[in-house]
Nanobody, 126 residues
């Protein structure tokens, strides 16, 4: 069992930055690949970024490439999402998730993740 708790959301002006954190419980954090997803009102939850178990490989949806950076600290059981140059269309609830799946092609799909956090709201004002 893994429990995930996100933090760092808030209200920011367009062009600003936020860093989201996701703290995981348990001692098996490094055995999970981690992902960030987001869900805007009236829309489906969508993939944002993922990171492999070691942190050596990262994956992004096209709309955030060059603006967002996912990273992890396995010693602290934490995954981060640094978000720069924020746009109004980045407004959503952001969720972190954990998966034991080792195939990176599956990191883009919500149903491949085993555990989810409760989400943190990010609002970007224009």
């Amino acid at each position: 069992q893994v429990q995930l708790v996100e933090s760092g959301g808030g209200l920011v002006q367009a062009g600003g930055s936020l860093r989201l954190s996701c703290a995981a419980s348990g001692r098996a954090f490094s055995t999970y690949a981690m992902g960030w997803f987001r869900q805007a009102p009236g829309k489906e939850r969508e993939f944002v970024a993922a990171i492999s178990r070691s942190g050596g490989n990262t994956y992004y949806t096209d709309s955030v490439k060059g603006r967002f950076t996912i990273s992890r600290d396995n010693a602290k059981n934490t995954v981060y999402l640094q978000m720069n140059s924020l746009k109004s269309e980045d407004t959503a609830v952001y969720y972190c998730a954990a998966t034991r799946d080792r195939y990176s092609g599956n990191y883009y799909y919500t149903y491949k993740y085993d555990y989810w956090g409760q989400g943190t709201q990010v609002t970007v004002s224009s």
